[in-house]
């Protein structure tokens, strides 16, 4: 509590008369809900060195994703330490951002209006930031989204077990390779499109904004889109089609489809990719997804080779509806 003082110091902020409430849906930074007895709201965060080894990169990138951004919708507007957006501190990053009063997040959605507004904010972000120059932009977290890396990696793993898990990852290699072999040229994009990350207004219930720019990099659009799919369209771990329907509805709204077959290829792999994490995980005993337990990380990556397989039953189906929006 007392480096939280400090650091609100630092920041030009009153260091009393506040409340500090913890915010817990993220996974991998420390982030705080600050509230002053005066009204006054922000959003503290500490940054997670062990993930996130070079994060001077992450704020470089999120300063331009803000500029973009920056009066066209609203998002969060980092405040400054000196002529830098985060402070340094005992070889620990802050930053600070005034909160978005009326605004709230979801880990799931169910109401099929947030649905297109989930789609639509994403959407948007894409047609936004579609000009931006992914020469300036870093690659803060190395491999994040090469789904064939990372099933190269799952295949350092030997285990007799699980052959039906892994019998299912040799079979989606093609499918990576497919993807590939489209040569989708890189854009600016989000790389963790989910719920919990898109802003609500809490009266309207209208999207405001994605926010949690950390994994903003040059990648694929298409992993973006189908993160979300993932994320919103999914009931009972197979493919919800009127939930697709409605988030393809409001993501269309802001972009013109480009290759449909792009969409299905980068919804697929973006989940498989998901699943092979959890699955690597488990087998090494590892600490990526450390809010999991051993058995937790093996039931997600089940539930989610379920959803892959039902994207692909669903192919035609899923391609059918994005030509809806041509």
């Known amino acids: 509590m007392k480096e939280i003082h400090e650091v609100l110091k630092l920041f030009a902020l009153p260091s009393e008369n506040f409340r500090t409430e913890k915010i817990n849906s993220g996974h991998i930074n420390s982030t705080y809900k600050i509230i002053y007895s005066d009204g006054r709201k922000y959003i503290l965060q500490r940054i997670n060195g062990n993930v996130f080894k070079n994060p001077e990169e992450i704020m470089s990138n999120i300063k331009m994703i803000t500029s973009c951004l920056k009066g066209r919708v609203q998002c969060p507007e980092f405040m400054k330490y000196r002529d830098k957006n985060y402070i340094m501190r005992a070889n620990e990053m802050w930053r600070i951002y005034p909160y978005i009063e009326n605004s709230v997040s979801y880990v799931t959605l169910d109401d099929y209006n947030q649905i297109y507004e989930f789609g639509r904010v994403t959407g948007e972000f894409h047609s936004l930031v579609k000009t931006l120059d992914t020469e300036k932009f870093y690659f803060t977290l190395e491999n994040f989204h090469d789904t064939q890396f990372i099933l190269d990696e799952l295949f350092t793993v030997k285990n007799d077990n699980y052959k039906r898990e892994f019998e299912f990852f040799q079979k989606m290699q093609a499918y990576a390779k497919m993807l590939a072999e489209k ?62 329907a409605e988030y393809c509805s409001g993501y269309f709204s802001c972009n013109k489809p480009e ?13 498989f990719e998901l699943s092979a994490r959890y699955f690597t995980d488990f087998l090494k005993n590892g600490n990526y997804f450390s809010d999991k337990t051993s058995l937790q990380k093996l039931e997600r990556c089940r539930e989610l080779i379920c959803t892959a397989e039902s994207i692909i039953e669903s192919k035609y189906a899923f391609i059918s509806v994005i030509q809806e929006f041509l």
Not at 212 to 239: E, N
Request: charged share 20%.
């Open 259 to 271: 290759g449909f077959e792009n969409y299905f290829l980068g919804t697929l792999c973006i989940t």
């Open 183 to 244: 040569n989708i040229p890189l854009s600016v994009t989000h790389n963790d499109v989910k719920c919990s990350n898109v802003l609500f207004d809490r009266k309207t219930g209208k999207g405001i904004t994605l926010i949690d720019f950390d994994t903003v990099m040059p990648g694929l659009a298409v992993y973006d889109f189908g993160d979300g799919v993932r994320s919103a369209c999914i009931t009972q771990s197979r493919l919800d089609l009127r939930k697709f």
